[in-house]
């Protein structure tokens, strides 16, 4: 049976920490800055963490081999 291949826009979007939670950039950091305010785009720097739900479908569909 051939390999699984990655969804290649996964891969791109979502990453591993060292412990197996996946790791994404959060949105809505691109443009319209200005009526944002600083907390909020201070927030939105740091990377967020999948709930498990979404986790276990990333691994298994998208990264199988991950």
């Known amino acids: 049976m051939p390999k699984m291949k990655t969804k290649k826009s996964a891969s791109k979007r979502f990453s591993y920490t060292g412990t197996g939670k996946v790791k994404y950039k959060k949105q809505n950091l691109r443009h319209i800055l200005t009526k944002k305010s600083t ?18 479908a990333i ?8």
């Not at 907390?39 to 276990?56: C, E, Q, V």
């Open 39 to 56: 907390k909020r785009k201070r927030r939105l720097r740091k990377s967020g963490i999948l709930s498990a739900d979404n986790t276990a």
């Open 59 to 66: 691994k298994k569909t998208l990264m199988p081999y991950r």
